[in-house]
């Protein structure tokens, strides 16, 4: 009783705005305190309205009422302070929602510091100190607060579970071991929590050091960012100053030759002007005499005709027959063939190169491992002066040309294809890390185990394949015993994506590759991700012929006979490569480039 006294006078001593004792106490109109920053405050937020309210009651006030200290009230406080009485918990102390609330508050509930998992029932700092206080409470179990104590009870027995049964791995009380799980592998729940702590442990510690490699892979990662910036930085510095002497270059040359067939034209033209001009005099000397002539025809005396008239003979001698010879307009055809055949020899080398420059620009694999530092640009030599164009000659008569030898047939028989066998080995720089080669580099075994080979640009990260060493051009028969299931035999190019395991690096799934997949019960070709299923025998050999200059591919089966599985007719426009591809089942399957005469 005494207690609900106390809590009554706390109440009426306190600010209902911060819940706290009263602190410099005003009392407003209708006769409700406050803590004079605490009206204050909340009158500041309602001076935009230009009406005033009491918190409490709602009564309305105008103009805002001036404040005025109730001394009554702080002389109340200051004695109630000194008789040691405490001051109303703070909103944030009470229990919301989402709090474990303690179970011996009434009324409004504060929050629970701890739990005891004898008592099952939670506890506000206040409550909880009997637990500190006495003997008999300091044996018991104090938890973290929790909302899940009534799931510690045993639904069937009204009891504490205790024990934790590892045949049915549930927690149970001490009457379920003796009862339904009696003969069970039982174990206290303390005894079973340190065990599963322990697996726990391990599992943290396997979490963090993957964790630790992963942070090491990211920047690793990161490094190799920055590098391939810095690569494609300097890279693209150098090449820009390379295009610009080559741009330089060639406006130096055209300047030059631009200036010698000026040159060259001073001189011709100079040289025309020149006997152009002989001839105009000798036409004016002409068309003297002429007139001279005309005149003395004209004379009627024929004494003075006949001796001033010159013999018929000197005049023939006279007037000479033009020996001028004009060729026909093409004075600088020479020059514009030779630079004509000039543009055409750049522009084939820019098609022969360019793709070169494109596969090293664009084909970058991540290797994680420290860039190796560009060599610098070497300087552009010095141009020799191209000599002056020589005088075109008489074009002479094309010689007819000669007929084109006739295609030799395709083979039919297995001695026919054998003619062209040749013999292939695996490229180790090429091969995935769980791959494994022997026999000399001609058979590779698929490995569950990572294999030690040296790291290089040309490796397959991704996909578990390898190419030949030898490019393959020409008129090419090869064979291929096959070990396992899920072996791939394929063709590619040697520009194939060599990093990650997507479709542009797989045989078969992209334009640079053509395959042919041996699954466990048949056969399928594949090219740009197009599948054509094939039906067939499924022998443990394959026979591949290639016509590379015919732009054929063909895929045999090979037993006691030849049966054509799959045949391609397409252009090839590179060397292809042998290659081998293994799928991810094939654990322990092999393939082996057989040696056939």
């Known amino acids: ?70 001394t009554m009230l702080a002389a109340l406080v200051e004695q109630l302070k000194k008789t040691g ?194 001839l105009e005099q000798e036409i004016t000397e002409l068309q003297r005499k002429d007139a001279e002539l005309q005149q003395l025809s004209h004379t009627e005396d024929h004494t003075q005709f006949l001796q001033n008239c010159p013999s018929v003979s000197a005049l023939r001698e006279s007037t000479p027959s033009s020996s001028i010879k004009i060729r026909p307009l093409r004075h600088f055809e020479a020059v514009t063939a030779a630079v004509s055949e000039l543009r055409e020899k750049l522009q084939d080398i820019l098609r022969e190169e360019w793709t070169n420059i494109s596969l090293r620009g664009t084909e970058v694999d991540v290797l994680l491992q420290e860039p190796e530092p560009e060599p610098e640009p070497e300087p552009e030599p010095e141009p020799e002066p191209e000599p002056e164009p020589e005088p075109e000659p008489e074009p002479e008569p094309e010689p007819e040309p000669e007929p084109e030898p006739e295609p030799e047939p395709e083979p039919k028989s297995r001695a026919d294809f054998l003619k062209y066998s040749c013999e292939i080995k695996l490229d180790p720089n090429t091969v995935h890390r769980r791959l494994f080669l022997s026999e000399g580099n001609r058979k590779v075994t698929r490995m569950d185990q990572l294999q030690s080979y040296s790291a290089d640009p040309d490796t397959f990260t991704g996909c578990f394949q390898v190419l030949s060493r030898e490019s393959l051009t020409g008129r090419c028969y090869w064979e291929v015993e096959m070990g396992g299931e899920g072996v791939v035999v394929a063709v590619a190019y040697k520009n194939i994506r060599r990093a990650g395991g997507g479709t542009e690096c797989r045989f078969g799934f992209n334009d640079k590759s053509w395959a042919l997949n041996c699954d466990p019960d048949s056969y399928s070709f594949w090219y740009n991700s197009i599948k054509t299923s094939i039906s067939g025998p499924l022998p443990s050999r394959v026979g591949v012929y290639l016509d590379h200059r015919a732009g054929i591919l063909s895929f045999y089966s090979i037993s006691e006979t030849m049966t054509l599985l799959h045949r391609v007719q397409t252009t090839f426009t590179q060397p292809l490569y042998a290659g081998i591809r293994f799928h991810y089942y094939s654990d322990g399957s092999s393939a082996e480039l057989c040696k056939v005469k």
């Open 85 to 278: 009485l405490q001051a109303a918990p703070a909103d944030h102390c009470y229990a919301g929602a989402e709090d474990v609330a303690c179970d011996f508050c009434s009324g409004r509930k504060l929050k629970a510091v701890k739990s005891c998992l004898v008592c099952l029932a939670s506890y506000c700092e206040n409550h909880l100190q009997p637990h500190y206080d006495s003997p008999p409470f300091r044996k018991h179990k104090l938890v973290e607060p929790s909302k899940n104590l009534q799931e510690n009870i045993c639904s069937r027995h009204d009891e504490l579970m205790k024990m934790f049964c590892r045949t049915d791995q549930k927690s149970i009380c001490y009457l379920c071991s003796v009862e339904e799980h009696k003969g069970h592998d039982t174990v206290s729940a303390a005894a079973e929590r340190t065990e599963r702590q322990r697996e726990l442990e391990g599992s943290r510690q396997q979490i963090q050091q993957r964790v630790q490699d992963r942070e090491k892979d990211v920047k690793l990662l990161q490094q190799e960012v920055e590098a391939i910036n810095q690569s494609a930085d300097k890279t693209v510095e150098h090449s820009e100053k390379i295009f610009t002497e080559l741009i330089r270059l060639l406006q130096k040359r055209s300047s030059e030759v631009k200036q010698q067939i000026r040159s060259q034209q001073q001189t011709e033209v100079s040289r025309v002007k020149e006997l152009q001009e002989k």
């Open 1 to 70: 009783m005494a207690q609900k006294g106390a809590q009554l006078d706390r109440e009426s001593i306190s600010c209902s705005i911060c819940l706290d004792l009263l602190k410099d106490p005003v009392t407003i109109p209708c006769g409700h305190s406050y803590c004079r920053n605490c009206i204050k405050g909340f009158w500041d937020g309602e001076d935009q309205k230009g009406i005033h309210s009491c918190p409490q009651c709602r009564k309305t006030f105008t103009p805002r009422p001036v404040l005025e200290k109730n």
